[in-house]
């Protein structure tokens, strides 16, 4: 399974500088938190499906055991105490791995509808927003939903714009029903260069630019900024080679991951009493 590789920094205020030594500690360690806690729910997802074939295989070798010890006692007419306690044990034994792994199969489906009902809310929420613009889809263990540069930012700015504010209060309608749900906003720049009065390079544009829709969740909308981090990618992760100005205009994005909820998660596979 493909992990997702969390930004390397970028943390919530205006102007790069602005952050003050202890502020920025704090939120690294949120974001290095939160990194851990997202590989670790990637780490158990594959852990819990591999468990699941390989007990469906032990089952498969209990019940070819179990099988071929009937056919053996078939040709006598009586069956000792000590054998006939063996075979219950055998079909006890399966019944048990057989329904601990409908279980495991049961809440694995769940942890995943829960990230497909949220991308459901969102592509509702969002029907009449271009899909040139606004992307929304399931990668992995989250959700991400990304949106266009010129939908959001005037070239070069990181001021955002009235029609890209009606978006973002749509999404935080969405994400504010999900309570448990922390997400991070990753701003990407292309590769031309920039050096303005504030911004230095493509790392403090992207950074700038995710602050900035942070705040309009924050401050407009009454998303709990608790339940935010705001990241930066610069030029470094773009979907396309930036060849043309085409090109560019895509890799010019911001996107909100939506991370997963790993208490329900992993409440979902606590042995059912």
Same mark, same amino acid.
């Given at each position: ?71 053996q006692l078939s040709n ?36 995943? &509808?829960?990230?497909?009902? *949220? /991308?459901? #809310? ?7 927003? %271009?899909?040139?613009?606004?992307? $929304? ?26 029609r890209a504010k009606d ?66 990618? &610069?030029?470094?992760?773009? *979907? /396309?080679? #930036?060849?043309?100005d085409e090109n560019r205009?895509? %890799?010019?994005?911001?996107?909100? $991951? ?16």
């Amino acid at each position: 399974m493909k992990k997702l590789v969390l930004p390397a920094l970028a943390i919530s205020m205006a102007f790069t500088g602005c952050v003050s030594s202890k502020k920025y500690k704090g939120q690294t360690a949120k974001y290095e938190a939160l990194q851990k806690q997202f590989n670790d729910c990637n780490t158990e997802k594959e852990r819990q499906t591999a468990k699941i074939s390989a007990m469906q295989s032990e089952i498969d070798n209990l019940k070819a055991n179990s099988t071929a010890l009937l056919n053996q006692l078939s040709n006598f007419s009586v069956i000792s105490q000590q054998q006939a306690d063996n075979i219950r044990q055998s079909i006890e034994n399966i019944n048990q791995k057989d329904a601990y792994i409908k279980n495991m199969q049961i809440s694995l489906q769940k942890k995943d &509808s829960l990230n497909l009902a *949220l /991308v459901m #809310n969102l592509k509702g929420a969002l029907k009449d927003v %271009n899909d040139q613009d606004v992307e $929304v889809k399931v990668d992995g263990s989250a959700v991400f939903i990304s949106i266009s540069d010129k939908m959001l930012f005037k070239s070069g700015s990181y001021e955002i714009t009235p029609r890209a504010k009606d978006v973002l209060g749509k999404v935080a309608a969405v994400v504010k029903a999900q309570p448990d749900v922390q997400f991070m906003v990753e701003g990407h720049t292309d590769n031309k260069p920039i050096k303005t009065t504030f911004i230095k390079d493509n790392w403090d544009l992207s950074v700038l630019r995710s602050t900035a829709v942070v705040r309009v969740l924050q401050q407009n909308y009454g998303v709990d900024a608790k339940r935010m981090i705001a990241a930066g990618r &610069s030029e470094y992760q773009p *979907l /396309v080679t #930036n060849n043309t100005d085409e090109n560019r205009s895509r %890799n010019r994005r911001t996107r909100i $991951v939506i991370l997963p909820q790993l208490d329900q998660f992993f409440k979902l596979m606590e042995p059912k009493k």
